[in-house]
């Protein structure tokens, strides 16, 4: 997102989501200390100078018998840009999580939108609970993407017309589709992110089978990129586990 006047652009579509790892305090390290704190008291803290490796087993028994606490005293920071809608399933995830989303009140909204990219499975077969999405076929791609286009454009045209004739942003922005771009910063720990990837991606791995929107996961698994690589010992614990969060 810019400040770049939004009357000046015209509307742009795009498929792809974005997640930056903005700031963390995460590292296996941190799972090991808390954890010891209920033996070794404030000698836990030397684990602040060992290697987490030696450790790999207590980390898989935390998970494997779900004694969570220990996984929850680090934090991670994404800014994420996505369509609207992701961010109102997102909102469903309150534990152990803090959002900051960019205001259609404070600032004029960009002509941002999303369009399924030619991946995006769009046909549902099977009933609520036991479905599956399948591909589509050329023409459905086409009228979605035609339909998508020809509202967002119209949307925003309503958009600036009362922006320009004095309306107030928080007015006007009713106008717009749920497929709007917008930005947040989502701050979590491990424990809550361990619970969203299990309800928000599909992974062979899992124990628990979920169903999410694609485009959330697209969410879902950029932040675990982030995340295994910050704290490799737990992620790979999370997965020999079932993806259940402890």
């Known amino acids: ?19 930056e790892l903005v700031k963390h305090t995460a590292g296996d390290s941190d799972v090991l200390w808390a954890a010891r704190v209920s033996t070794a008291g404030e000698q836990s803290l030397e684990e602040l100078q060992k290697d987490p490796e030696r450790s790999r087993g207590l980390i898989n028994y935390l998970m494997r018998d779900r004694h969570g606490s220990p996984f929850e005293h680090n934090s991670m920071t994404f800014f994420i840009s996505a369509p609207i809608f992701v961010f109102r399933e997102f909102m469903r995830h309150r534990v152990g999580w803090s959002y900051n989303e960019e205001s259609g ?27 599956e999405f399948v591909e589509g076929t050329e023409a459905q791609q086409e009228l979605t993407n035609r339909a998508m286009e020809d509202s967002y454009r119209q949307a925003y045209e309503a958009y600036q017309e009362m922006l320009a004739a004095g309306v107030a ?30 309800l928000r991606t599909q992974h062979e791995q899992a124990t628990v089978p979920s169903f999410p929107q694609r485009e959330i996961e697209m969410v879902g698994e950029k932040m675990e990129e982030h995340w295994a690589k910050l704290m490799p010992l737990t992620y790979a614990a999370f997965n020999a586990n079932g993806r259940v969060a402890p």
């Not at 006047?5 to 795009?14: G, H, M, N």
């Not at 999303?114 to 609970?129: C, E, H, I, N, T």
């Not at 928080?170 to 989502?186: D, N, Q, T």
Request: overall charge positive.
């Open 1 to 19: 997102m810019t400040d770049t006047p939004a009357a000046d652009l015209k509307p742009s579509f795009r498929s792809e989501v974005t997640v």
């Open 169 to 198: 942003r928080e007015v006007a922005r009713a106008v717009l589709p749920v497929g709007l771009f917008s930005s947040m910063y989502a701050t979590c720990n491990a424990r809550s992110l361990m619970h969203f990837l299990g």
């Open 105 to 131: 009140r404070y600032r004029e909204l960009q002509p941002v939108f999303y369009v399924p990219g030619a991946d995006r499975k769009l046909v549902q077969q099977g009933r609520p609970g036991k479905y």
